[in-house]
Nanobody
Framework: QVQLVESGGGLVQAGGSLRLSCAAS????????MGWFRQAPGKERDFVAA????????YYADSVKGRFTISRDNAKNTVYLQMNILKPEDTALYYC?????????????????WGRGTQVTVSS
């Protein structure tokens, strides 16, 4: 069983940056692939980024590629999402998710553990 707590969200102007953190507790953090997803009001939950248990493999949605970076520090049981050059369309509730395997996935259905989310609002 895994518990996830996101932090670092907030209000930022377009072009600014935020760094989200996801602190994990539970068993054997390094064996879990981790992902970030986001959901805007009235829309479905979309994939943002994912990272393998070792940190050697990463995936990004086309909409954030080149702007966002996912990373992890297994010694701290924490995964990060560095978000640069933020746009108003990045506004959403951002969720951290943990998979049941070391291999990352872009599909939300492959992540059994989810945090409560942290709000990111980008003003124009």
């Amino acid at each position: 069983q895994v518990q996830l707590v996101e932090s670092g969200g907030g209000l930022v102007q377009a072009g600014g940056s935020l760094r989200l953190s996801c602190a994990a507790s539970g068993r054997t953090f390094s064996t879990y692939a981790m992902g970030w997803f986001r959901q805007a009001p009235g829309k479905e939950r979309d994939f943002v980024a994912a990272i393998s248990g070792t940190g050697r493999t990463t995936y990004y949605a086309d909409s954030v590629k080149g702007r966002f970076t996912i990373s992890r520090d297994n010694a701290k049981n924490t995964v990060y999402l560095q978000m640069n050059i933020l746009k108003p369309e990045d506004t959403a509730l951002y969720y951290c998710a943990a998979g049941g395997d070391i291999l990352p996935s872009t599909r939300a259905s492959e992540y059994p553990y989810w945090g409560r989310g942290t709000q990111v609002t980008v003003s124009s």
